[in-house]
């Protein structure tokens, strides 16, 4: 288990860049089956009201510090890692490894074939054992504090069965956040073949050029929620959360 300090509830892990990465690399090698997570702020308040979710976060085998809100507002120093890079990250180490890896999500073809012909390009020797665009989910009340999710069982089942044969080790997840976490937390005890599992949000369409992330300088003094702000508009309702609620539950209400 990784070093962490806990952020409304959820660990959130201490370990720099170089550690983290290290610590995949040995996750890979020790055997069983692991999960990476990336909480950001808007995912950690929603996980404190979500007790399902703030479960699923903490069963994780590591959970990178995917926020400069988060890092701010800790008590103790943490490394921001990015999904996206970190998910880069992941497929360098196994390209090394010689693990095969796999894309569920992000509900397009073309993102997805975008994604993995620029995966060619930087990992050439990356083992791609398959891709599926994904089913849909939906998370549904169950109870004052648990959100659970919803799926076509059938559909599902097919999807696992794609990703058995495929022999895939690893496993890259994009339903977006709440969704892809919960799903891994479920369906991996039915995928043997896998030995990692990570959630990654955006990264395909990120990867596929179909979303432009901002400026590394925005994203380097973290203004990269005002980016989002400026160039996704529609995203205001997210972005108060992760910036205005986060800040207000971490001063005022975090025990």
Same mark, same amino acid.
């Given at each position: 288990m990784f070093d962490s300090v806990k952020i409304l509830g959820v660990k959130i892990s201490k370990l720099d860049l170089g550690s983290s990465r290290l610590f995949v690399s040995n996750? *890979?090698?020790?055997?069983?089956?692991?999960?990476?997570f990336t909480p950001n702020p808007e995912m950690?308040?929603?996980a404190r009201k979500d007790s399902y979710?703030?479960?699923? *976060?903490?069963?994780?085998?590591l959970n990178i510090c995917d926020g400069h809100g988060i890092k701010f507002l800790a008590k103790e120093h943490l490394t921001i890692i990015h999904g996206v890079d970190f998910m880069l990250d992941v497929c360098k180490i196994a390209e090394q490894k010689k693990c095969?890896?796999?894309?569920?999500?992000s509900g397009s073809n073309e993102v997805l074939k975008k994604m993995k012909n620029?995966?060619? *390009?930087?990992?050439?020797e990356l083992k791609i054992a398959g891709s599926d665009v994904g089913l849909k989910v939906e998370v549904q009340k169950e109870g004052a504090r648990k959100m659970m999710l919803k799926y076509d069982e059938k559909e599902n089942e097919e999807i696992l069965q794609k990703i058995k044969t495929s022999k895939a080790q690893i496993v890259f997840v994009a339903f977006g956040h709440n969704k892809q976490e919960k799903w891994i937390y479920e369906n991996l005890p039915k995928l043997s073949n896998?030995?990692?599992?990570?959630?990654?949000?955006?990264s395909f369409d990120f990867l596929s050029g179909k979303v432009k992330r901002a400026p590394k300088i925005m994203r380097?003094?973290?203004?990269?929620? *005002?980016?989002?702000?400026?160039?996704?508009p529609k995203r205001f309702a997210r972005?108060?959360?992760?910036?205005i609620t986060f800040s207000f539950l971490k001063v005022f209400k975090s025990s």
């Amino acid at each position: 288990m990784f070093d962490s300090v806990k952020i409304l509830g959820v660990k959130i892990s201490k370990l720099d860049l170089g550690s983290s990465r290290l610590f995949v690399s040995n996750l *890979l090698s020790v055997g069983g089956q692991h999960k990476i997570f990336t909480p950001n702020p808007e995912m950690l308040v929603d996980a404190r009201k979500d007790s399902y979710f703030r479960r699923v *976060l903490n069963s994780a085998d590591l959970n990178i510090c995917d926020g400069h809100g988060i890092k701010f507002l800790a008590k103790e120093h943490l490394t921001i890692i990015h999904g996206v890079d970190f998910m880069l990250d992941v497929c360098k180490i196994a390209e090394q490894k010689k693990c095969s890896v796999y894309f569920l999500g992000s509900g397009s073809n073309e993102v997805l074939k975008k994604m993995k012909n620029r995966l060619k *390009l930087e990992f050439p020797e990356l083992k791609i054992a398959g891709s599926d665009v994904g089913l849909k989910v939906e998370v549904q009340k169950e109870g004052a504090r648990k959100m659970m999710l919803k799926y076509d069982e059938k559909e599902n089942e097919e999807i696992l069965q794609k990703i058995k044969t495929s022999k895939a080790q690893i496993v890259f997840v994009a339903f977006g956040h709440n969704k892809q976490e919960k799903w891994i937390y479920e369906n991996l005890p039915k995928l043997s073949n896998v030995k990692l599992f990570m959630g990654v949000g955006g990264s395909f369409d990120f990867l596929s050029g179909k979303v432009k992330r901002a400026p590394k300088i925005m994203r380097k003094i973290g203004l990269e929620w *005002l980016y989002r702000l400026v160039t996704q508009p529609k995203r205001f309702a997210r972005i108060f959360k992760a910036t205005i609620t986060f800040s207000f539950l971490k001063v005022f209400k975090s025990s």
